[in-house]
């Protein structure tokens, strides 16, 4: 079985963000890139169900400018064993990233997808869904877990108040959440193996998807800053002050 | 030093406000000491002074009582510079702690002792500058803290130590004169520099009361790699393999036995599959496309010799984040060992030979402790820390520690070394100082304290008697 596994290039999550000048949207020049942590966690799954002799290979792609080679790279020192580059311009919406995906499943017989559940970017939440939905293929999203047996996926979900196993054929899309697993450390021999493994460059138009997009951003805004705190001279103006100012009791 | 008038509390009292002179037991135990537990704290009374001119009426008052003054800063000290154990008047800078001005052309910001050095380097992140002097207990440790005992820590390779950082200081000296050192001059040949005397001086010369610190460009995307090693000695080949390649801007190594401790007791991962006996962490910036390059060739070049075994390259700031805490946890985490703190340095050329000799000694002297080696070992500074069994008593195991020191020390001497590389003198390297220096120096010491502080009333029995 071939694993597909989708990895974005976003800002260091660590990086304190400002927003241009001009609202456009947020200054990346010299930012700090890195893998997208959810993302981070699917290539770590895939590479653990690779290791117990559950699949054959894993295959990583990552959609956008040539500079998504690092992140690529950094996937394959993890374990995965090629990678596929969909050359385009950054900002490609989550439905074209969902046809280029599934027009890659459909190319390379791919057996399962596994994704992050959102990229700290955007904090779109859509790819996963989109793409079941285009493939017709059962979805596990918010994974906690995930356990291959006879043929199917038993996946345990992150929901409201709780946890839900569902347990899906295959092919099937995952999406990870946090506490999936930790993803282990690139070793400094498998960075240096990762640089011969193959890498293909190919265009959304080869995959027969446009990219065009219908959605504008209007105007990128910081949230507004927080007001400085107050010291409370007893119990009782902490009490007055949660009822009549904040309004939580 | 006459036991404290109880005039004086009073006189304080009337100073500053009965609130801000404390003598209830939980603030005398908590205040009287700093990170060590070697002494035990017995104060008289604690102040919190919130201006100069409350600093020089303390002064005043102490010179007028002949009471001992002890400075405090964020009591994160390793040496006993901050313990108040014989009955003195602890001066904590806890309120004087504001950003006072800063100016982006000079690059310089103006602030009062008690900010706490975090606050300092957060401050300069804001004004996207950098403040490089950092250590695992930046979040506690206070700016005049870190003046008086010119801190190091883990950028010292490439930023220095705070002693490069400090362009203006007042000081409020052991007689109650103020003094204005230098005030922000990059240049000024004008005789004796006394801003560099208080540098260091671990409170025995005076209080300082304001600082002016500059700051500079902060370090381009730093990496961080972490390599296992085979041996100690290997640590100064890997050094030299990476110095040569990149800008480093730290170079620290750790032991297996030190990284054990903090896996356990914080529940991070291991950095490597191999375990080696020794780890290397080192940061860079990452300066160019061909940085990374160079990063591996170093790498590889170190594994086709021999010295380093397996390692790993951070791949975001949160890993890089969680390598570094790899080494900087290690105090933190084995403090509950009451360990014996050794804090020795060599220049850089002599570690290797320095190591092996000093491993020989505790290897044979200590054959039942557990000893946990780390440090900045690209300054030729090295933390030898030794724990204390649980079923030994504390007074024991201090003992039997200080009589191995002595051989220790005795080495650090042959090899022109220090005994206190960054943690300073205070009370628990006091016995030990006549290995780093010679009578004549310690003689100009006490003559230099005797024209600041004539009375005899900032911390004595620091340093030396
Ligand atoms: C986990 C841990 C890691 C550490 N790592 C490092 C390290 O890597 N490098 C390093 O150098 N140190 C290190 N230290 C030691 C310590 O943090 C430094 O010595 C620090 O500079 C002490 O600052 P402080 O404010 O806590 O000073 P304190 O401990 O409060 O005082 C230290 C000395 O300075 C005097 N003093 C304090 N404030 C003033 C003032 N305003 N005027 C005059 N004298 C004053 C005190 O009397 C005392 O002698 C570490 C400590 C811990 C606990």
Redesign the pocket.
């Known amino acids: 079985m071939k694993i597909l596994v989708a990895v974005k290039r976003v800002v260091d999550a660590n990086v304190k963000i400002r927003v241009k000048a001009d609202n456009s949207g947020v200054e990346l020049t010299n930012a700090k890139m890195a893998i997208n942590p959810f993302c981070e966690i699917a290539v770590e799954e895939a590479i653990r169900i690779k290791e117990k002799g559950q699949a054959d290979e894993v295959i990583v792609v990552s959609i956008g400018d040539k500079a998504c080679q690092e992140q690529i790279r950094t996937s394959l020192a993890l374990g995965a064993d090629r990678g596929i580059h969909v050359e385009a311009e950054d900002g490609v919406q989550p439905l074209a990233v969902a046809k280029i995906l599934k027009a890659l499943i459909d190319k390379e017989g791919i057996g399962l997808v596994l994704l992050g559940k959102q990229s700290i970017d955007s904090d779109n939440n859509q790819v996963a869904q989109m793409l079941a939905a285009l493939g017709n293929m059962p979805q596990g999203t918010f994974a906690c877990a995930v356990e291959l047996t006879d043929g199917k996926v038993k996946v345990t979900r992150e929901i409201d108040g709780g946890e839900q196993t569902v347990l899906l054929s295959l092919p099937a899309v995952i999406s990870s959440d946090l506490r999936l697993n930790e993803p282990r450390y690139a070793s400094l021999p498998n960075i240096m193996k990762a640089k011969k493994k193959p890498i293909d460059t190919v265009t959304p138009a080869d995959l027969g998807v446009n990219t065009a997009s219908g959605l504008k951003i209007i105007a990128v805004e910081p949230p507004p800053a927080r007001s400085a705190g107050v010291k409370v001279a007893d119990v009782d103006e902490l009490i007055s002050k949660l009822k009549t100012e904040a309004k939580v009791i | 030093m006459n036991p404290v008038h109880a005039d004086i509390l009073e006189r304080l009292s009337e100073l500053l406000g009965a609130d801000r002179v404390k003598t209830d037991p939980d603030s005398l135990a908590n205040y009287g000491k700093?990170?060590t537990r070697a002494n035990d704290p017995r104060p008289t009374a604690i102040v919190f002074p919130g201006s100069i001119d409350e600093v020089q009426a303390i002064v005043r008052l102490a010179n007028e009582y002949a009471c001992a003054l002890?400075?405090?800063?964020?009591?994160?000290?390793?040496s006993g510079?901050?313990v108040a154990c014989q009955g003195e008047i602890v001066v904590s800078?806890e309120r004087m702690n504001k950003i006072l001005d800063f100016d982006p052309v000079d690059r310089q910001v103006i602030c009062q002792?008690g900010v706490v050095t975090e606050v300092l380097q957060n401050f300069a992140e804001e004004q996207q500058l950098f403040y490089p002097v950092d250590?695992?207990?930046s979040g506690?440790?206070?700016i005049?803290?870190?003046v008086?005992?010119n801190?190091?820590?883990?950028k010292v390779i490439r930023y220095g130590l705070t002693r490069d950082w400090v362009v203006g200081m007042k000081v409020v000296t052991g007689s109650g004169e103020l003094l204005d050192l230098n005030h922000g001059l990059i240049k000024n040949a004008t005789g004796y520099d006394l801003r560099h005397l208080f540098i260091g001086s671990?409170?025995t010369l005076g209080?300082?009361v304001e600082l002016t610190l500059k700051l500079t460009t902060p370090p381009k995307d730093p990496m961080v790699l972490v390599l296992a090693v085979d041996a100690m000695e290997s640590a100064m080949d890997v050094l030299r393999s990476f110095q040569s390649r990149l800008p480093l801007t730290a170079f620290e190594f750790f032991s297996e036995k030190a990284l054990r401790h903090v896996l356990a007791e914080k529940g991070l991962q291991r950095p490597c599959e191999t375990v080696g006996e020794f780890y290397a962490l080192i940061e860079f910036e990452n300066v160019s496309e061909h940085t990374l390059d160079q990063a591996m060739e170093a790498f590889e070049y170190c594994m086709e010799q021999g010295w380093a075994l397996d390692g790993t390259l951070s791949q975001s700031s949160a890993q890089a984040r969680d390598l570094w805490r790899l080494r900087e946890d290690i105090?933190?985490t084995i403090a509950r060992f009451t360990p014996y703190k050794n804090d020795i340095s060599v220049r850089v050329s002599r570690v290797p030979a320095f190591l092996r000799e000093v491993d020989a000694i505790v290897s044979s002297r200590y054959p039942d402790f557990e000893i946990i080696w780390f440090g900045h070992i690209g300054d030729g500074n090295v933390h030898l820390n030794i724990l204390k069994p649980d079923a030994l008593d504390k007074a024991v195991f201090f003992k039997q520690c200080a009589e191995v020191s002595v051989e220790i020390f005795e080495c650090v001497e042959r090899f022109g070394g220090s005994v206190s590389a960054?943690?300073?003198v205070?009370l628990l390297k006091k016995p030990f100082l006549h290995y780093s220096r010679s009578a004549g120096e310690i003689a100009c010491m006490k003559a230099l304290k005797q024209v600041f502080d004539p009375r005899g009333v900032m911390?004595p029995g620091?340093i030396f008697d």
Not at chain 2, 70 to 78: A, H, I, K, N, Y
Request: aromatic share 8%; no cysteine; proline share 5%.
């Open positions: 700093d990170w002890v400075p405090s800063g964020g009591r994160t000290g390793l510079g901050a800078f002792p250590f695992a207990s506690s440790s206070q005049g803290g870190n008086a005992t801190a190091g820590g883990i671990e409170g209080l300082i105090s933190e960054e943690h300073g205070g911390n620091k």
